[in-house]
Nanobody, 120 residues
C-alpha cells in the first residue's frame, strides 16, 4: 500500500491550495482514520486536520475556518483544501492513515510529503 500526495507548491499570502493524498494497493480505505500533518523547519510536526471513517473532522486551532479536510472513499483519496494561506502555514504536509483491526493488528501508513510555501 502506498500513499502519494500532490498539490503542494508556492502560493502568495491569502491564496489557496488543495492537497490530495491517494492510496494505491489493497486497502479498506473507508475504515481508516485519515490525517494531515505538517512540519516546518525547526519546529515539531503538528497534526493539522483529521477525518474519521464516519466523517467526523477536527482541526488545529490556527487553521480552523481556513482549512477543510475531506475524503472520497470511492477514489481512496483524502483532501486538504487550504484557503487564506499565511506565511506561517509554510511546511511539508504529509498524510497519514490509521486503522486498528478488531484483532488488534494496527495498520498505519504515511505519504512522502509535499512542500507548501506561502510567500510573496
Amino acid at each position: 500500500v502506498q500513499f502519494v500526495e500532490s498539490g503542494g507548491g508556492l502560493v502568495q499570502p491569502g491564496g489557496s491550495l488543495r492537497l490530495s493524498c491517494a492510496a494505491s494497493g489493497s486497502i479498506l480505505f473507508s475504515r481508516y482514520a485519515l490525517r494531515w500533518y505538517r512540519e516546518a523547519p525547526g519546529k515539531q510536526r503538528e497534526l493539522v486536520a483529521s477525518i474519521s471513517s464516519d466523517q467526523n473532522t477536527d482541526y488545529l486551532n490556527s487553521v480552523k475556518g481556513r482549512f477543510t479536510i475531506s475524503r472520497d472513499n470511492a477514489k481512496n483519496t483524502v483532501y486538504l483544501q487550504m484557503n487564506s494561506l499565511k506565511p506561517e502555514d509554510t511546511a511539508v504536509y504529509t498524510c497519514n492513515a490509521d486503522y486498528t483491526w478488531p484483532s488488534g493488528v494496527r495498520r498505519n501508513y504515511w505519504g512522502q510529503g509535499t512542500q507548501v510555501t506561502v510567500s510573496s
